[in-house]
C-alpha cells in the first residue's frame, strides 16, 4: 500500500501547482500497527520561513492493515510553499517525506526533502495561440538575404559577399573577436521565406536581437528605436509581421534591458552618436541608467564585458523609457509584434519584469512574455533571492532548458526513468499556464547546434581554431541525423511547444559561437531531415492530447523511454530506443489492437522497435478503437505514414 505520492491523484489532487483559491485534496495511508494518534500537515512559507500546521482527520480503513488520513486546503495565497506530513504514532513521533518519483516514505527526521508546492494568482492566463504550435528561432543576419542592398550601414562593419562560409572567427590586430561580420540575412529575407516556415508547421517566430547595434549578435543595442540598417527598416519589420499573422504565424522580439552597447547612443564610449551619452557627460539624460564607480571609465559590465555597460532598470528613466505608454515595449508591438522573449531574465529585477508586463499586457492581453532561465524556474534563486517567475505577475513561461537536458541526456547513455523523472519534476513544479507554453528547445544561439553535440567529437576545452577545422564524418553524420531524429520526436510530443533553431531542421553543424550561428544552408539543406520534421509538425496538428494533454510515464527503462500524452480526445503512446539493438515494448492494453504501419506488433502487445528509433501509437480517448498507428525507424525517415 503506497504511503503518499505527490503524483498520484488519490493522494493529492490536483497535480502540480494550483491556482489561487483552488481546492487541495491530501490523502495518506498508514499502517495501523504504528497506531497512529494524529497527522499534521506541516506547509512552510518559502519566502517568510513561517510554518503553518493542519491537522489531517481519520478517514477510515481501506483494508484491514491500514487506515487512511486526509485533508481539503484552499485558503493558501500565492507563492511558493514546502510541505511534509508528522504523525504521532506509539513508536514516537515520525514523517512523510519525499522520496525519488514524489514517493513518501517515513522518516525520524523533518531535515529530508520536503514536496514543493507553488500556488499561481487566480487570475493568471497565458497566450491562447501558441499552445499546440511551433516556435522557430532566427538568428536574423544568417536565416537569408533578400539581395536587396541596404543604406546607412557602419562603414567599419565586414559585408560578406559569399553566403556558404563559416562566420569570422579569428581576433582582430588587438587580440579581440569583434563579431563585426554580416552575412547580410535582412526582414525581407525572412518575409520571403514564411512560406517554408509554414511547411515546417510554425506559427511563432522568435527573432534574435533586430534593432541597431554594432556587432552581428546585437545583443549590444545601440538603439532600442531602430532597427538595424544591415536588416532593413522598419517598414520591413511591419511587412514581416503583417505578412506572418496572414499565415497564421505571430513574432516575438528579443528584449535585451539588463545592458546596451558601449558603442550606442545611451553610453556613446566610442563617439560614434551626435548627442551627448553618460560615458560623455553627467548632464546626459542617460547619466542615470548606468553604474559609474569612477565615471567615465569605470563601471559595471555584463560578465566583465567592457562593451556591454550594464542599466539601471528601476531608474525611473530607463524603466518608463522601456516600459512607458509610449516605450519601447509597446512602440514594437504596434508596429505588429505579439510578445518578447527576455533575454537573462534572472539578472533583472522583479519590479522590472513585472512593469515589462504591464507594458505588453496592456497592448495586447493575448501576448507572450517569455524568460530566458536555464534550470527550474519556480524555485530559481538570483542575487541571494527567490524569483517570482511564475506566480502570474511576471513571466508567461520559460526557454526549457530541463527539458533539453533531459532529452540530451538520455541519448547521452542516460536512464531513460531519470530523465522522465527529470520531466515529470518540471510538470509537477510549473503551473499549467506555464507549461502549455512552455519554449522546448534543443538548440539555442547560446549552445552547440544539435547534431554536433550527438554524434560529434566532444570540444573539451579546445579553442576556435580546432572548431573551425572539425566536422562530423561521413559515419558521425549519419549516426547524428538519427539521433536528430530520436531528439526530436521527444520534443515535439512533450508538453509545451517545440521551439526549432533555425537549421537544425536542415542538418547544420557547428560548435560554439561563432560556428553554432552559420548561414542557414538554402539548396543544400539534408532534405530527409526536413521532411522528418514536417511530419513531426503534421503529428502535433493531427493529436489533440500533444495541444494542452497531460502526461504520463509509461515504460522507460534503460534505453528505452516511454510516455503517453492524453486528454478527453485522444491519447498517443510514444516510446523512444535509444540503444543500438532492437527492443520488444509491452504496450498498455487499451493499445493493443494498433497496427504497427512500420515494424510490428507482436502477440497483441509487443511492439517491435528497432535501434534508434521511435514509435507513435494513436487511440480515441474511449480506448475502443485504434484511430492510427504510426511506427518511425531510422531506415525509413520519409515514410512516416498515417499523418496527412
Not at 495541444?547 to 510516455?563: A, H, N, P
Amino acid at each position: 500500500m503506497r504511503i503518499f505520492n505527490s503524483r498520484d491523484n488519490e493522494c493529492k489532487s490536483p497535480f502540480g501547482s494550483v491556482r489561487e483559491g483552488e481546492n487541495i485534496h491530501f490523502k495518506i495511508t498508514i499502517p495501523r500497527y504504528l497506531g497512529c494518534s494524529s497527522a499534521i500537515l506541516a506547509l512552510k512559507d518559502d519566502l517568510s520561513g513561517d510554518t503553518v500546521s493542519y491537522s489531517m482527520f481519520w478517514c477510515g480503513m481501506p483494508d484491514e492493515n491500514n487506515e487512511q488520513w486526509e485533508l481539503d486546503l484552499s485558503n493558501i495565497s500565492t507563492g511558493l510553499y514546502w510541505y511534509h506530513f508528522s504523525l504521532d504514532t506509539k513508536q514516537g513521533r515520525k514523517y512523510i517525506m519525499r522520496g525519488w518519483g514524489g514517493e513518501g516514505y517515513f522518516s525520524h527526521t523533518n531535515n529530508d526533502p520536503r514536496y514543493q508546492l507553488l500556488c499561481y494568482d487566480k487570475d493568471f492566463q497565458t497566450p491562447s495561440w501558441l499552445p499546440g504550435g511551433i516556435m522557430y528561432q532566427i538568428f536574423p543576419d544568417r536565416f537569408y538575404f533578400s539581395g536587396e542592398k541596404k543604406e546607412g550601414i557602419y562603414p567599419d562593419k565586414k559585408l560578406h559577399d559569399e553566403w556558404y562560409k563559416i562566420p569570422d572567427w579569428r581576433p582582430d590586430e588587438n587580440g579581440i573577436v569583434t563579431n563585426s561580420d554580416f552575412f547580410q540575412g535582412d526582414l525581407k529575407g525572412i518575409t520571403e521565406k514564411l512560406d517554408y516556415l509554414q511547411e515546417l508547421g510554425v506559427n511563432c517566430i522568435y527573432l534574435n536581437p533586430i534593432f541597431e547595434a554594432y556587432s552581428n549578435h546585437r545583443y549590444d543595442t545601440g538603439d532600442y528605436e531602430k532597427i538595424d540598417p544591415v536588416l532593413g527598416t522598419e517598414e520591413d519589420f511591419k511587412e514581416l509581421c503583417s505578412e506572418a499573422k496572414k499565415r497564421g504565424m505571430y513574432i516575438i522580439n528579443d528584449g535585451v534591458f539588463s545592458h546596451t552597447g558601449s558603442d550606442s547612443k545611451y553610453f556613446n564610449r566610442q563617439g560614434r552618436y551626435p548627442q551627448n551619452g553618460a560615458y560623455n557627460s553627467k548632464n546626459s539624460p542617460y547619466y542615470t541608467w548606468y553604474k559609474f564607480m569612477d565615471w567615465p571609465n569605470i563601471y559595471h559590465s555584463w560578465w566583465g564585458f567592457d562593451t556591454l555597460p550594464e542599466v539601471e532598470e528601476l531608474s525611473y528613466s530607463f524603466d518608463r523609457y522601456i516600459n512607458g505608454e509610449n516605450g519601447i515595449i509597446r512602440k514594437w508591438m504596434k508596429c505588429g509584434n505579439s510578445g518578447w522573449r527576455l533575454d537573462v531574465a534572472d539578472e533583472l529585477p522583479d519590479p522590472f519584469i513585472q512593469h515589462i508586463r504591464e507594458a505588453i499586457k496592456a497592448e495586447n492581453p493575448d501576448a507572450l512574455l517569455l524568460g530566458e532561465v536555464w534550470e527550474d524556474a519556480s524555485i530559481k534563486e538570483s542575487y541571494s533571492s527567490r524569483r517570482r517567475f511564475l506566480y502570474g505577475k511576471q513571466l508567461d513561461s520559460v526557454m526549457n532548458y530541463p527539458f533539453r537536458d533531459a532529452i540530451l541526456g538520455f541519448l547521452d547513455c542516460g536512464d531513460g526513468r531519470d530523465m522522465v523523472e527529470m520531466i515529470t519534476c518540471i510538470l509537477e513544479n510549473y503551473p499549467r499556464p506555464v507549461i502549455r507554453c512552455l519554449m522546448n528547445l534543443l538548440g539555442t544561439h547560446d549552445t552547440e547546434r544539435v547534431i554536433t553535440l550527438l554524434a560529434g567529437e566532444r570540444q573539451n576545452g579546445r579553442g576556435r581554431e580546432w572548431q573551425a577545422n572539425t566536422s562530423l564524418t561521413p559515419s558521425q553524420r549519419e549516426y547524428g541525423l538519427k539521433r536528430m531524429r530520436l531528439a526530436s520526436g521527444i520534443q515535439f510530443t512533450l508538453p509545451g511547444v517545440p521551439c526549432i533553431y533555425y537549421g537544425d531542421e536542415a542538418g547544420v553543424e557547428g560548435y560554439k559561437d561563432p560556428f553554432n550561428r552559420a548561414p542557414f544552408p538554402w539548396g543544400k539543406e539534408d532534405k530527409g531531415l526536413t521532411e522528418w520534421y514536417k511530419q513531426l509538425a503534421k503529428l502535433r496538428s493531427y493529436c489533440s492530447c500533444l495541444k494542452d494533454g497531460d502526461f504520463k510515464e509509461f515504460g522507460s527503462y534503460e534505453r528505452t523511454m516511454g510516455y503517453i500524452r492524453y486528454d478527453d480526445t485522444d491519447e498517443l503512446l510514444c516510446v523512444f530506443n535509444a540503444a543500438n539493438f532492437p527492443i520488444d515494448f509491452i504496450v498498455p492494453k487499451e493499445f493493443e489492437d494498433g497496427e504497427a504501419l512500420l515494424g510490428t506488433i507482436l502477440n497483441g502487445r509487443d511492439l517491435e522497435i528497432p535501434a534508434n528509433s521511435c514509435a507513435f501509437v494513436k487511440i480515441s480517448a474511449d480506448k475502443k478503437h485504434i484511430s492510427d498507428c504510426l511506427l518511425y525507424t531510422s531506415d525509413a525517415a520519409d515514410d512516416l505514414i498515417g499523418v496527412d
